[in-house]
């Protein structure tokens, strides 16, 4: 097996492994996935992966083979097989005479220096103007010097290190530089992560042998295991194909939210709860409570009778179609198919007979996403049609969209469409009773003591939240969430 290992680091005061991990759980996952899709399955890079990975010209991708190595490496073993090391700290130095800023990466010792390694900085969000030419120095990198791009698109720099013998302390150091001058602060904006906008911050290096079968031990390697892969996946589909808004809009705290009494999903999980969960047309939120490196969040386990297992199968295959009909018709990526077909083969679902209890549980999981992702069209479809209707008199009560961005350390979707109620309320009313009817006749009659009827909502859809923490995957559901019907009152 391909050996990966990964160094996660973080400029600026020296930080452990589970500090980073808190906010990142699907971090490893991520990088793989990129890594795995930077190049076709000949090994050659995808045009589009040049910005993502820093790379000037694609004349200097001759110059980083091992992304082709990775890529191989990474395909051959179903993106698994990562090891995960950390650094004791990263400090960063400048000299007022020189334009270069000197990185310093204090290792521990580890065997897995001897193998081939790769240094890579992973920024958290792209810059988000301008490119940045940046140059890397260090006896520690093959060859010595090495150059990058580093623009709005760019998320990873991989550069090449030379290995190590001996089981010794390993102190890297690491002279990078912009390649046109005055461009020192910029630089150091970009490395430490403080520039405005930008939040760029280098977090790992990994390594990885291409000759041998041999994988060290590491405490970290759980990271890669099928559950949370299957949970990275989910994230990253809902990411490619719900809807994505141009500005950001304001951001709502789960807990700040009356919620019903959460919920364990296991394997004592009642027919009953799990019947009425399968057959709720209710969106859901995917969200981590709590993450802890050295205690991993596994995705759980149920026991479906068989009848409520072929239910589960049925449902699947009807919200597959819907989403594969969004696609011949353009409202979703073609990349969509396949990232449902790896969620499949992630979940392992159709290839056991019976099913096993993980299967089972992502099997739940992925249709409660894909119920999720029809819905939201639908639902988007049907506003258009409101907006589309003929009017003589101004815009007649009815839904319209109202979106929120939800807090971190959700899976996704990352934001939620509410809905809410707008239009007017004079005759005929919509969808009114007979106070507005009352109401209206006072208005129309010069009464301006009382108030006339409004356009509000009547109906409401909750909202379900899957969450795991340390202790298991739960359920809470947030009553009367959405707006689903309008009317005059």
């Not at 141009?246 to 027919?271: I, K």
């Not at 409520?308 to 353009?330: S, V």
Request: glycine share 6%; net charge negative.
């Amino acid at each position: 097996m391909l050996p990966l290992v990964l160094f996660w680091i973080s400029f600026g005061p020296a930080v452990t492994a589970s500090t980073v991990l808190q906010d990142a759980p699907c971090f490893v996952d991520d990088m793989v996935a990129a890594l795995h899709d930077a190049t076709g399955n000949d090994g050659e890079l995808v045009n589009s992966s040049l910005t993502l990975l820093g790379i000037c010209r694609e004349s200097d991708y001759s110059s980083l083979p091992i992304l082709s190595e990775l890529s191989v490496g990474i395909r051959r073993n179903n993106r698994r097989g990562v090891e995960v090391l950390y650094p004791a700290a990263v400090l960063i130095s400048e000299e007022d005479d020189q334009e270069n800023i000197m990185v310093t990466f204090d290792l521990p010792q580890s065997p897995l220096f001897k193998l081939k390694p790769v240094l890579v900085l992973a920024f958290k969000s792209p810059l988000t103007d301008g490119e940045l030419g940046v140059t890397f120095s260090s006896q520690f990198l093959q060859p010595n010097t090495q150059s990058a791009c580093i623009s709005g698109g760019t998320m990873y720099i991989l550069l090449t290190g030379r290995s190590s013998e001996g089981n010794v302390d390993q102190k890297w150091k690491v002279s990078v530089q912009a390649k046109s001058p005055n461009m020192k602060e910029n630089l150091k904006d970009v490395l430490i992560g403080r520039k405005s906008g930008s939040n760029m911050t280098p977090l790992l290096l990994f390594s990885v042998d291409t000759g041998t079968n041999r994988r060290p031990g590491s405490s970290l390697a759980s990271l890669q295991t099928s559950s949370l892969s299957f949970l990275c996946e989910l994230r990253r589909f809902l990411d490619a194909v719900l809807p994505q808004h141009r500005t950001e809009p304001p951001l709502l705290r789960l807990d700040s939210l009356q919620s019903l009494p959460p919920l364990a999903l296991g394997l004592s999980t009642s027919e009953t709860l799990l019947v009425e969960i399968i057959n709720s047309t209710a969106p859901t939120i995917f969200s981590f409570t709590s993450w802890s490196s050295s205690q991993p969040v596994h995705p759980g386990q149920l026991a479906l009778s068989p009848d409520l297992l072929e239910e589960l199968r049925q449902r699947l295959e009807k919200n597959e179609e819907q989403i594969k009909e969004m696609i011949r018709q353009g409202m979703l990526p073609n990349r969509a198919s396949e990232k449902m077909d790896r969620l499949k083969e992630l979940s392992a679902f159709q290839r056991q007979e019976p099913a096993a209890g993980e299967s089972q549980y992502c099997a739940f999981l992925l249709l409660k996403a894909l119920q999720t992702v029809t819905r939201t069209y639908n639902m988007q479809k049907k506003l258009r049609a409101t907006r589309a209707g003929p009017s003589t008199r101004g815009p007649i009560c009815g839904l319209g969209s109202l979106t929120v961005s939800l807090e971190k350390l959700l899976l996704g979707p990352q934001s939620a469409d509410l809905n809410n109620c707008r239009g007017s309320c004079t005759f005929p009313l919509t969808n009114s009773n007979n106070h507005a009817v009352l109401l209206s006749y006072h208005i129309e009659r010069g009464d301006m003591n009382e108030r006339g009827p409004c356009c509000v909502p009547l109906a409401y859809d909750p909202l379900e939240v899957i969450d795991w923490n340390n202790e298991g995957s739960f359920l809470s559901i947030k009553p009367d969430m959405i707006a689903k019907e309008c009317g005059c009152r």
